[in-house]
């Protein structure tokens, strides 16, 4: 659904597809409905209204949707002059939402991917708060059970993998799963 633009410029809000959160989204005034620009600026409202995005989601999705680099550039820049694009907001809320769920490395990883600096996505996740110790700890506690059949060894092998495989170091995966097995056969 197209953001309706008021005479002098700025989005009114949208009845459905939670618009309405994207307050000052602005385009050319009386701008046709095929402007490039404008249609770039909706189809980027509808993005963000979805979910937060990085700078280059935003660009390979309007690049992909057939938009010329000079008004991808326009959009871009107008989106984070409002402050609706920021790439270090976003890996902050990135990183809280999945730091129950993933070691530092993981998000680290993550971010990159979605074209986050390393500089951004390293403060993000120093910055959380997040215990990486504890969350690790939980996640093996929750995967212990799955894993509770087998033999030490191979219990201790599938938590540890499963922890690295989610980003933890190997110190703090070795201590996690050492934390939730019995204590035989660690020395």
Sequence with gaps: MPLSFSRDGVAEPAVEGGLERLPGLEVVPDAPEDDPYRKAMEKAGRLLSRRPQSRLEIQQKLRTGGFE????ERVIARLESLK?????????????????RKGPRALRAELARKGVSREIGDEAVA?????????????ASRWVG???GRPLRDQAARVFRMLVGRGFSYEVAEEATKAVLPPEGWD
Excluded at 69 to 72: A, H, Q
Excluded at 84 to 100: H, K, M, N, S
């Design 69 to 72: 680099p000079d008004v991808i």
């Design 84 to 100: 609706l694009l920021d790439d270090a907001a976003f890996a902050g809320q990135w990183v809280q939402e999945r730091g129950a």
């Design 127 to 139: 910055s959380s708060g997040i215990d990486e110790q504890e969350v690790a700890l939980k996640l």
């Design 146 to 148: 799955r894993v509770s």
